[in-house]
């Protein structure tokens, strides 16, 4: 016998979001809620609904008295969960990204609330904070040495909306200073929320705040965890015992009650950008969830990125820097070598590792200190480029024109007599079909003969290894990451973000080579990524009092080096963006990026009202590397292509509600060519 229902007595309709992951379906449907399920069928709770003769999932975004719906409406099949898990605080946040990024709701609410799981649910997540554990008092005078830093800490234990771009020292810990102030935060009775680019980042942070709260305080939230212990973990923080999260992307959406402090660190890092639609960025989320709930919010790192920037020079954040004074006391001695000034022949040892003769005494001392050094290259491998060793030009495949590199040789002979044109052992191969090309000849000028572009990790290795014989040398690159190293005489070479922390201790000195093969990428952010990568490397060496040296191999008039070499990260950041103002490209202007198949791109724009001041770029083929998710078939649908819209400054939802429409008026269509929508992407191309 079918079981009666009774509209609820108080707002009995359920405006409700059905997570169907479909523009035009991205919106409100009102239901009816039985007054058995009333108690328990409340805003943010998950529910089961019919729609369009099947079951879905649904939120429910609110409870009202009456329906605007001319026609009957049906029940709301079962609530899934009385717990609410959408609290208004996200959905206010989804509301506005959905608005930034041109997205569907149901898309983000996906990335926000983790898959249910029942047994979670069980669990005992009602323990307060102060009875997880005994926190002490942390000490905050590390920030005493920032210009307003004393100022900045004031507001945020105060509960004031600071926002504050934070230029981290060198050769100083910045987990520190960061768990400190979270650890006072949460003592405080407010919540704290730390994102970082990557689990070893987590890790690092989690033993700073190790020293000031037990385990049980801190909230981890990374991608490496089980659906059950990231759902168990997830409503602990929305039930207000978890007071400092931390975590890698999707942790920017913890539910934090009380929300005081959001830290991102490492902004300009590609992991804070979430790789599915609407690719989110981390710092998006957390100045969002700044302007909405009022909170302090600090974005920090060793270098600064553009957007960081604009938000200084709008005024939206401050500086919180450093006095010169201060940074010079800090720093090691940076020195630059251009490729043309090498003089190698003195010093045999020197030219058979392929270092400047300052480089390796560099590191000679360090060694005799009895410390670590690093010494850093660009790629992992052997030789994974290859050239002409005549005309110099790039050595592609003859199948698929992919770059020939040499995986690793058994013996420096063979490696000696392959880069010479013999058939040997160490065979050039593309590294993107994997053909072995043991005959190969350039295409420009007929030569066999091939030349290193850009050597390996393990071929640098191999000639440290020779150069230091009696040194330990440890290689950290690919997918033999090594996290940490003890503090005593060893030479590590490492691929740019790999290089191990030293534990207790610092490097004696650093070597950072082939720097042109990162300076040259044809890529809008090549500059801002490699300062940021050669000062995460100088930040872990000893300052210049101690005996630290940094040996940077390019040439000391460019502009970046020079930053790097006077520690003006906030005077790059600042270049950066003036000259990206002078081309129009973001963060100087709102951005979009659309690839597809040539009619769809042509039928988007026929059908998009975009706004009066849009300008719209291409089409052009997709940059190198670059596909559309998914099985996309060119026989089928053509070369994908992309086109760029680009918008001034202005209201951050103008263009992305634009395309949303344009998306919406294509499934009215029956559009069903493949098309993908990024709002200001990090990747332009």
């Not at 010093?347 to 300052?358: K, N």
């Not at 495949?397 to 040499?406: E, F, I, K, S, T």
């Not at 500059?527 to 995460?536: D, H, R, V």
């Not at 009066?612 to 994908?640: F, H, Q, S, T, W």
């Amino acid at each position: 016998m079918a079981k009666t229902r009774v509209p609820a007595v108080r707002n009995p309709v359920a405006r409700v979001l059905p997570l169907l992951g479909l523009p035009h379906l991205d919106r409100f449907f009102d239901y009816l809620v039985d007054e058995a399920d009333s108690d328990i069928a409340l805003p943010g709770t998950r529910v089961r609904v019919r729609f369009a003769g099947r079951l879905v999932d649904a939120v429910i975004y609110e409870r009202q008295p009456t329906s605007e719906h001319p026609n009957e409406l049906r029940y709301i099949e079962r609530v899934i969960s009385e717990l609410v898990v959408f609290p208004q605080q996200l959905r206010k946040l989804v509301e506005n990204l959905a608005l930034r990024y041109g997205a569907t709701r149901s898309d983000l609410i996906r990335n926000v609330i983790p898959p249910r799981h029942a047994g979670a649910e069980n669990s005992d997540i009602a323990t307060a904070w102060e009875d997880l554990g005994k926190a002490k008092e942390p000490d905050l005078s590390a920030w005493s040495q920032y210009q307003f830093g004393e100022s900045f800490v004031d507001s945020v234990l105060s509960g004031a909306k600071a926002r504050a771009a934070w230029q981290c020292l060198p050769a100083k810990n910045w987990a520190d200073p960061v768990a400190a102030l979270a650890t006072k935060v949460a003592l405080d009775g407010g919540g704290a929320l730390i994102v970082v680019p990557d689990a070893r980042a987590v890790e690092f942070l989690e033993k700073s705040l190790r020293k000031h709260v037990s385990a049980k305080q801190i909230t981890v939230l990374t991608a490496g965890l089980g659906p059950q212990a990231r759902y168990r973990r997830y409503l602990g923080v929305l039930n207000g015992s978890a007071r400092i999260v931390i975590g890698t992307r999707s942790a920017a959406f913890a539910p934090l009650k009380n929300l005081r402090l959001a830290v991102v660190m490492f902004d300009g890092d590609e992991n804070l950008v979430d790789p599915r639609a609407p690719y989110t960025h981390v710092r998006e989320v957390l100045t969002t969830r700044s302007s909405i709930e009022g909170c302090a919010l600090l974005i920090g790192g060793h270098t600064r990125t553009a957007e960081t920037q604009l938000l200084v020079s709008a005024g939206w954040a401050h500086d919180l820097v450093a006095t010169r004074d201060t940074v010079r006391a800090h720093m090691p001695r940076i020195q630059a070598i251009a490729d043309s000034d090498i003089a190698l022949e003195r010093d045999p040892l020197a030219r058979s590792a392929r270092i400047p003769a300052i480089a390796f005494q560099a590191l000679r001392q360090g060694l005799k200190r009895g410390v670590p050094v690093l010494v850093q290259a660009p790629r992992k491998g052997y030789i994974p480029t290859l050239a002409c060793g005549s005309c110099r030009a790039p050595a592609r495949c003859r199948y698929c024109n992919g770059p020939l590199g040499l995986a690793h040789s058994s013996t420096e002979e063979d490696t000696a007599a392959s880069i010479a044109g013999a058939a040997t052992a160490a065979v050039p191969t593309c590294n993107w079909c994997g053909r072995p090309d043991p005959r190969h000849r350039c295409t420009v000028c007929g030569s066999a003969k091939l030349r290193a572009v850009v050597l390996g990790v393990e071929r640098t290795v191999e000639e440290l290894g020779r150069a230091f014989p009696q040194t330990t040398v440890i290689a950290s690159g690919g997918a033999k990451i090594i996290s940490e190293i003890e503090n005593h005489a060893a030479l590590v070479v490492a691929t740019p973000g790999a290089a191990p922390r030293v534990k207790d201790g610092h490097y004696g000195a650093a070597v950072l080579l082939d720097t042109w093969a990162q300076l040259g990428r044809q890529d809008l952010r090549a500059t801002e990524e490699t300062l940021a990568t050669w000062a995460a490397v100088a930040t872990q060496v000893e300052p210049h009092t101690a005996g630290g040296h940094v040996v940077v191999v390019a040439d000391s008039a460019l502009e970046v080096v020079q930053n790097f070499i006077r520690w003006d990260v906030v005077g790059a950041a600042q270049r950066e963006l003036e000259q990206r103002k002078q081309v129009s490209l973001p963060p100087a202007v709102h951005l979009a990026a659309i690839d597809g198949p040539a009619l769809a791109l042509n039928n988007l724009l026929e059908s998009a009202e975009l706004p009066a001041n849009a300008e719209v770029l291409g089409p052009v083929d997709l940059p190198p590397g670059v596909r559309l998710p998914g099985e996309y078939n060119d026989d089928i649908y053509g070369p994908p292509q992309r086109i760029l819209i680009r918008t001034p400054l202005g209201p951050r939802s103008e263009l992305g509600q634009a395309l949303k429409a344009a998306l919406v008026s294509r499934i009215v269509r029956k559009e069903e060519l493949p098309l993908r929508i990024q709002i200001d992407p990090v990747r332009v191309g």
